[in-house]
DNA sequence: TTGACTTACGAAAACGATTAAGGCAGAGGA
DNA sequence: TCCTCTGCCTTAATCGTTTTCGTAAGTCAA
C-alpha cells in the first residue's frame, strides 16, 4: 500500500504537508497542492481508513441492527427495501454500511460493545426486539441512533404512519366499496401492531360501525399459516365477516389459500386486504388492496437523519417523522 | 474509551504486558494475566479495532458486494437467505460484514480501491453483473475472492448446482409425471442460465424427447409481467406445452396470472414449475413445483471459504464448490 | 532598516494497539 | 563463586494519519 510517506518523498515535502494538501488545507500552496494531488493519483495513493478512524475518531461507517423477531433475516421485502434505500443515501454522503452483531466468536460483546469496537460512528435500529435489554442500552448510550417504527426516548425516529395508513384502508373499504363487517387478523404485539389496532378501533367507531370481538384475531407477520387457520375460523362463523385485512401482504397469502380451500373466491365471495405493498402484492391476481409503504423514503430519510446526528450533533434534535403511506386500490375488495 | 494505557496504569505493570496478557502470549505469568483480564472487565475494556487493524493489517471484516442486475437489491429471496447464512457463520468466526460500494461521493473509488481503503480481509462476490471492469478487477486482485454462482479462473466458487437441479426438475415432469411437451422460458443470459438451459436440452435429448424452438422463451428473472407475455405465446401456439418451466418462483407467478386469464387451471390445463423454492413457492396453491436451493449452505460454505482464504492462504486452494439443490414436488405439475 | 504580518511549510506528538529485542532476577549446575 | 538458563516483564519502534505549534522567508508600512 502506498502511503503519504512514499508521496511525500517523491514530492520532496513533508507528511504533514501531503495530509494537508490531500485535506485541502488552506494553509498550503496552491502548487504544492496541484503537484501532490497529482503525484497521489500517479502511485494509486488511497488513504487508509483504519490510520484515519484512529486519529480523528470517525469512521464513516454506519452500523445497522435489522433482524426481525421471526428470524427472516433479510427476506423481509419491507425491511430489505428499506435497507437498500438507507444503504444508497448513506453511501452517497460517503458511509459505509456494516451489519452490527452480538456475540462474537471469541469475545462476549454486546451490541453496544460492539459498536465502540468498531467505531461505528451512529447506528440504525430496525426491524428488531426493541425490548431487547441489549437494544435498549444502545438506543440510551449516546451513540447516535435513529430508530425505524419504533421511539425511544429523546432519540430520533422514522416511522411509517401506520395509524393513517389503516384509516384509509378501513375507509376505503367502508366507505368506497360499501363493506361493514371488517375483521382484522393483527399481527403479534408491537408499537407498530398497537398503532394499526388502535386506528382500526377508532375509525370504525367515527364511522359508526360496531367491530365484534370475534373479528379481531390475534395474527403474526408474516406467517400463511397462522392465517390460514385464522381465517377459517371467521369464514365458519355464524356471521362472518365480507371484508378480513391481514397484518402484511405476505400474511395474506394464507388467507386466500383458506378462502379457495372453501371453495369461495376473492372477491366474490369474500374480500380481503394487507399491508405494506410489498412486490408480491402487486403481482398476485386479484390485485391487492394494501398500503404500500413508502420504503424508499423511510431509507432515505433514516439515512439523512443518522449523518445530520453525526454530522451536526449541536444543531440535530431528537426528530419523529411520519411517512405517509400510499393506498393501493387493488381488486381484492368488493364494491358492494 | 478505556485504552490498554488506563489498564497498565491501574494494574501497575507496562502496555505491552497488558497486550500479551489479554491476547494470552506464553511469556506472561499466570498471575499477571488474571489480574490484567479481571482489570480490563473491570473498566469495561475493549480493544480499538482500527488500532489493531492499523497494526496487524487484519481487519476481521468482510466485504460483500450484493446486487442484481435488475436491482433488486436485497429484495431477492434467495440472496437475502443466502447472505443471512453467510453473515450467521461469518460473525460466528469473529468476522464483521460490510457493504463494499463504489463511487463514494467526494473520493471516485472503484470496488478495490473500496476494499483496500477499508482494509477488509476477503470479499464475497455474488448477485451482480459479474463482466463488470470493476468486479473483474477485483476478482483477479491479490484480494481473497468467493464468488457465488459464477466461476472466475483460480478463486474459489460456491455454486448452486443448476445442471443437477435443472435435471431432476426435468425428468421428474418427464418421468414420473409424464409430460412430453415442456417449455422453458429462461432468465437472462448468464453463466447460471446457460448451465440451465444446457440442462434441459441435454435432459430432453437423453430422454429421447424432443424441444420444438418455439418451447423455449428468453425471460428474465424475478419480471412476472415478461412471464405473463411469454406464457400466452406458449398457449396460443399451435400445440402448446403442457407443463412450463419458469425462470424463477417469482416469475412463474406472472404465468399463472396468465394462465387463469385464459380461464385454465393448474395443474388440471396446464402444470407449471419454478425455481429457487423461496418462501412464497411454498405458500401459494397450488404449491409450486420447484427446486430448492440450499440457500443455507451455499451462505455457510461461503463464509467458510473465505475465512478459510483469509486465515490459511497457504493451505488453501481455489475451489469450486457445488451446491445440491432439493426437488420440492408440490402440486402444480399435473401427473398425467 | 526595522518591526509586524502573512504565507507556506515542517517537526513532532498523538491515536491504540502489536511485537521484536533486550533486561533482570532467581534457580540450578559445575 | 561464577555462569547459564528460564521466566517474566519493559523499552521502543511501528502501522498511517491528523493536528498543533513553530519558524523561515517574504511583504509592507513607517
Same mark, same amino acid.
Given at each position: ?29 496552491? *502548487? ?7 503525484? %497521489?493519483? #500517479? ?10 478512524? $484512529? ?102 425516529? /422514522?416511522?411509517?404512519?401506520?395509524? *393513517?395508513?389503516?384509516? #384509509? ?6 366507505? #368506497? ?7 382484522? /387478523?393483527?399481527?403479534?404485539?408491537? =408499537? ?34 397462522? =392465517? ?13 365477516? *365480507? ?9 395474506? /397469502? ?29 403481482? $398476485?391476481?386479484?390485485k391487492m388492496v394494501t398500503i404500500e409503504q413508502d420504503t424508499g423514503k423511510i431509507g ?17 434534535? %431528537? ?8 393506498? $393501493? ?8
Amino acid at each position: 500500500m502506498v502511503s503519504m510517506k512514499d508521496i511525500s518523498k517523491k514530492v520532496g515535502v513533508s507528511v504533514a504537508t501531503v495530509s494537508k494538501a490531500l485535506n485541502d488545507h488552506s494553509d498550503i500552496g496552491e *502548487t504544492t497542492k496541484e503537484r501532490v494531488r497529482q503525484v %497521489a493519483k #500517479e502511485m494509486g495513493y488511497f488513504p487508509n481508513a483504519s490510520a484515519r478512524t $484512529l486519529k480523528t475518531n470517525k469512521s464513516h461507517n454506519i452500523g445497522v441492527l435489522f433482524r426481525d423477531e421471526a428470524g427472516n433475516g433479510f427476506t423481509h421485502d419491507f425491511y430489505a427495501a428499506v435497507l437498500d434505500s438507507l444503504k444508497k443515501t448513506a453511501e452517497s454522503k460517503g458511509y459505509d454500511i456494516s451489519f452490527i452483531n452480538s456475540d462474537r466468536a471469541a469475545m462476549h460483546m454486546n451490541y453496544l460493545e460492539h459498536c465502540r469496537y468498531r467505531g461505528y460512528d451512529g447506528v440504525v435500529l430496525a426491524c428488531i426486539d426493541f425490548s431487547d435489554s441489549g437494544v435498549v442500552e444502545l438506543a440510551t448510550s449516546n451513540v447516535p441512533v435513529v430508530t425505524i417504527d419504533h421511539i425511544f426516548d429523546n432519540r430520533t425516529a /422514522i416511522i411509517s404512519d401506520n395509524v *393513517t395508513g389503516i384509516r #384509509e384502508l378501513v375507509e376505503y373499504i367502508y366507505k #368506497e366499496c360499501g363493506h361493514r363487517k371488517i375483521a382484522y /387478523i393483527h399481527g403479534a404485539d408491537s =408499537s407498530v401492531t398497537r398503532n394499526r389496532l388502535a386506528s382500526f378501533y377508532k375509525t370504525m367507531e367515527e364511522l359508526g360501525a360496531t367491530v365484534p370481538d370475534e373479528y379481531v384475531k390475534d395474527g403474526r407477520y408474516r406467517k400463511p399459516d397462522m =392465517s390460514y387457520e385464522l381465517t377459517i375460523e371467521l369464514l365458519e362463523l355464524d356471521d362472518p365477516p *365480507t371484508c378480513i385485512i391481514y397484518p402484511d401482504d405476505f400474511a395474506a /397469502i394464507g388467507g386466500i389459500n383458506a378462502i379457495k380451500s372453501k371453495g369461495l373466491s376473492i372477491p366474490d365471495d369474500v374480500s380481503i386486504a394487507g399491508y405494506d405493498g410489498i412486490r408480491i402484492a402487486k403481482v $398476485l391476481e386479484p390485485k391487492m388492496v394494501t398500503i404500500e409503504q413508502d420504503t424508499g423514503k423511510i431509507g432515505d430519510l433514516a439515512a439523512q437523519k443518522i449523518v445530520q446526528l453525526i454530522e451536526r450533533p449541536r444543531s440535530a434534535i %431528537a426528530e419523529r417523522i411520519v411517512v405517509e403511506g400510499k393506498l $393501493l386500490k387493488g381488486d381484492s375488495v368488493k364494491k358492494l
